[in-house]
């Protein structure tokens, strides 16, 4: 068989068919970026490679995914970091005119090369440790123009870097300063305004929204989905964070690709999730950083079969996290995953997530050459270890 590149004397996880798929004495073959051959080296055809990269018994896994970022605003939030920590609650900053709205500030303010240039930190963070595909959502700009900026430097870090990147809209994410206390008249525009040019420009992948108390009603969110779906886009939702307001049988309603958060969901949002195929897109550095109570519901998510995915949620007020490594580890620890669970989570389950398990998430014949080779002894380093990078080597199409 002729091909590009050759990986052996690997141990391989590939991530198909719903469990994790150890391959101890493996191979993995790339032409012109896609997989050719994934398998055990016995039986495996001839191999005619322009490279061949010995591995030296070590593991490779699809790349990882990080299925739900804020990598793109402008400024930081420490200074409500300060006052959660005096007792000050997340509604509560909110309310006084902080949370998201103080980051849209900010984020207006910035030009598309500054939003692209304090963003590179981050993702080049996330990339040392093995993320090949990362969603990058806006939701700071909250006007027609600066979501569109938004959007453009979230493509800008996707040609700089060799990564692949999915980008959501979340224009429903807060109500601007100059549309207080008229949310309907703000998700008018967005529906007639945002949704319809920005899709027409290309500039999105998904369209999503925050569901909650302090963001919009299930029935504004009816909206906005009943207007991606007019442009043909999938949607997501930010669900049951703090309240559960049903969002995610709302979203389940329009088989979304995931509902995100899902602290306060119930058995009939289980239920209507696990029959759209909606994944549960779990983000264990909110709930640390905001110091949260109420788990979500692990055992009945597994139990109903809805697959579970594992994201940083990175982003300036509640998760300003940008290792997907230490993300695992707060799902084992704090969510009580187990490994298979929490290796899926970043890579098969978050591809699917993104609508892209056609592409990438396993190693499986035809699909993106995305890999990561790693200096570990057992899988289960990648979420044992805190502070600790095992990535050897990082793959990307192949190269």
Same mark, same amino acid.
């Given at each position: 068989?002729?091909?590009?590149?050759?990986?052996?004397?690997?141990?391989?996880?590939?991530?198909?068919?719903?469990?994790?798929?150890?391959?101890?004495?493996?191979?993995?073959?790339?032409?012109?970026?896609?997989?050719?051959?994934?398998?055990?080296?016995?039986?495996?055809?001839?191999?005619?490679?322009?490279?061949?990269?010995?591995?030296?018994?070590?593991?490779?896994?699809?790349?990882?995914?990080?299925?739900?970022?804020?990598?793109?605003?402008?400024?930081?939030?420490?200074?409500?970091?300060?006052?959660?920590?005096?007792?000050?609650?997340?509604?509560?900053?909110?309310?006084?005119?902080?949370?998201?709205?103080?980051?849209?500030?900010?984020?207006?303010?910035?030009?598309?090369?500054?939003?692209?240039?304090?963003?590179?930190?981050?993702?080049?963070?996330?990339?040392?440790?093995?993320?090949?595909?990362?969603?990058?959502?806006?939701?700071?700009?909250?006007?027609?123009?600066?979501?569109?900026?938004?959007?453009?430097?979230?493509?800008?870090?996707?040609?700089?870097?060799?990564?692949?990147?999915?980008?959501?809209?979340?224009?429903?994410?807060?109500?601007?300063?100059?549309?207080?206390?008229?949310?309907?008249?703000?998700?008018?525009?967005?529906?007639?305004?945002?949704?319809?040019?920005?899709?027409?420009?290309?500039? *999105?992948?998904?369209?999503?929204?925050?569901?909650?108390?302090?963001?919009?009603?299930?029935?504004?969110?009816?909206?906005?989905?009943?207007?991606?779906?007019?442009?043909?886009?999938?949607?997501?939702?930010?669900?049951?964070?703090?309240?559960?307001?049903?969002?995610?049988?709302?979203?389940?309603?329009?088989?979304?690709?995931?509902?995100?958060?899902?602290?306060?969901?119930?058995?009939?949002?289980?239920?209507?999730?696990?029959?759209?195929?909606?994944?549960?897109?779990?983000?264990?550095?909110?709930?640390?950083?905001?110091?949260?109570?109420?788990?979500?519901?692990?055992?009945?998510?597994?139990?109903?079969?809805?697959? *579970?995915?594992?994201?940083?949620?990175?982003?300036?007020?509640?998760?300003?996290?940008?290792?997907?490594?230490?993300?695992?580890?707060?799902?084992?620890?704090?969510?009580? *995953?187990?490994?298979?669970?929490?290796?899926?989570?970043?890579?098969?389950?978050?591809?699917?997530?993104?609508?892209?398990?056609?592409?990438?998430?396993?190693?499986?014949?035809?699909?993106?050459?995305?890999?990561?080779?790693?200096?570990?002894?057992?899988?289960?380093?990648?979420?044992?270890? *805190?502070?600790?990078?095992?990535?050897?080597?990082?793959?990307?199409?192949?190269?």
């Amino acid at each position: 068989m002729h091909c590009d590149t050759v990986w052996t004397e690997a141990r391989l996880l590939t991530m198909a068919g719903g469990d994790v798929g150890v391959v101890e004495d493996g191979v993995v073959a790339a032409t012109d970026g896609r997989i050719t051959y994934v398998g055990p080296r016995d039986g495996a055809p001839g191999f005619q490679a322009r490279e061949t990269v010995a591995c030296g018994g070590r593991w490779i896994t699809p790349g990882l995914i990080d299925c739900h970022t804020h990598l793109i605003h402008g400024g930081d939030r420490a200074h409500e970091f300060e006052l959660r920590l005096a007792g000050a609650s997340y509604e509560e900053i909110a309310r006084a005119g902080g949370g998201i709205v103080s980051t849209v500030k900010a984020t207006r303010a910035a030009s598309e090369a500054q939003l692209v240039a304090s963003a590179l930190p981050r993702l080049d963070a996330l990339m040392a440790e093995g993320v090949t595909t990362v969603e990058i959502k806006s939701g700071y700009g909250l006007s027609l123009e600066a979501e569109g900026r938004m959007l453009r430097a979230a493509g800008q870090l996707g040609r700089i870097r060799p990564v692949r990147v999915a980008r959501t809209f979340l224009g429903a994410h807060a109500l601007p300063p100059e549309h207080a206390g008229d949310a309907d008249g703000y998700i008018t525009r967005v529906v007639e305004e945002m949704i319809p040019t920005l899709a027409a420009e290309g500039l *999105m992948d998904a369209v999503d929204a925050f569901c909650e108390g302090i963001g919009f009603t299930p029935s504004q969110v009816r909206r906005v989905f009943e207007a991606a779906t007019a442009v043909g886009l999938p949607v997501k939702l930010h669900a049951e964070q703090l309240s559960n307001l049903h969002g995610a049988e709302l979203a389940a309603g329009f088989k979304a690709l995931s509902a995100d958060h899902l602290e306060h969901l119930d058995a009939a949002g289980i239920a209507a999730m696990a029959r759209a195929g909606t994944v549960a897109t779990l983000l264990p550095g909110a709930y640390y950083f905001v110091r949260e109570t109420v788990l979500p519901p692990v055992e009945g998510l597994r139990a109903a079969g809805v697959p *579970m995915a594992i994201a940083t949620d990175c982003n300036p007020g509640t998760s300003p996290l940008t290792s997907i490594l230490l993300t695992l580890n707060m799902a084992a620890t704090l969510f009580r *995953m187990t490994v298979s669970e929490c290796l899926l989570g970043v890579t098969a389950h978050a591809a699917q997530a993104l609508g892209l398990g056609h592409e990438t998430g396993t190693l499986e014949v035809g699909k993106s050459c995305d890999l990561a080779i790693w200096d570990v002894e057992r899988p289960a380093e990648l979420v044992y270890r *805190m502070g600790f990078n095992p990535l050897y080597r990082r793959v990307w199409r192949g190269k």
